[in-house]
């Protein structure tokens, strides 16, 4: 199945730690982004890439960082400067960075505290 | 400030009925709209989109500027349409594609 895989499906962070969410696309997509889904909310911008060695910040970056090293990898740390962090956090991908380009969606992974 | 507006959590209708799930949006200069979806255990697709103005699956959406709403309707519901449906908004300012979210609808199409 080719596409958007992220990894863990399920994670865990304890108090002070730093986690990382995985996000790899097969699809060659230049422009990938990462989106915070909360319960009865929408999904909220966190940090975007257009190309590779780029990244921009959303809505709500306090607390999180990215890399964009390989077209193929966009994983997102949230650090322990994030105080909420639980959440459902999906990871995207367009072939470029036009405002009317279709997102791909990997299948999300879901934060939780200890 | 940029926002959209899903006001039903949840639309429950039988099989056949038709269907309308109200996306309302704020935003001062000519957005692009979209309707995403996610069916059950499947990751989040794109339905449609306005400026495509195409009928996916049976359903449309309709801009309207003096409304400021994008609806999407369907006149006989199916079953298998039961899914969750989030209404995007895209501004054409600012240069990526920085995609608005609604909260969601939960349609569930009862047989």
């Known amino acids: 199945d080719g596409g958007i895989t992220q990894s863990p499906k399920y994670l865990f962070r304890k108090e002070g730690q730093n986690v990382t969410l995985s996000c790899e696309q097969n699809l060659n997509h230049d422009a990938m982004y990462w989106y915070r889904q909360d319960p009865g909310q929408g999904l909220r911008l966190i940090y975007y890439s257009q190309i590779v060695n780029d990244f921009q910040k959303g809505d709500i970056a306090e607390g999180y960082s990215v890399s964009r090293e390989k077209k193929e990898s966009f994983p997102l740390t949230v650090t322990s400067a994030q105080k909420n962090p639980t959440a459902f956090y999906l990871c995207?991908?367009?072939?470029?960075?036009?405002?009317?380009?279709?997102?791909?969606f990997g299948s999300g992974t879901q934060l939780s505290v200890l | 400030a940029q926002r959209v507006t899903q006001p039903e959590k949840l639309l429950s209708v039988f099989k056949g009925a038709p269907v309308e799930l109200k996306c309302n949006y704020s935003y001062s200069g000519s957005p692009e709209l979209f309707w995403y979806v996610q069916y059950s255990r499947q990751r989040l697709q794109l339905l449609l989109r306005h400026i495509s103005r195409e009928s996916i699956k049976g359903f449309t959406a309709d801009l309207n500027k003096g409304e400021t709403s994008f609806h999407l309707k369907k006149p006989f519901a199916q079953e298998e349409d039961s899914a969750m449906y989030y209404c995007?908004?895209?501004?054409?300012?600012?240069?990526?594609?920085?995609?608005?979210f609604g909260a969601g609808t939960r349609l569930a199409v009862h047989p």
């Open positions: 995007a908004l895209s501004p054409i300012s600012g240069g990526y594609n920085k995609l608005i």
């Open positions: 995207a991908s367009s072939t470029g960075a036009a405002t009317n380009e279709k997102l791909f």
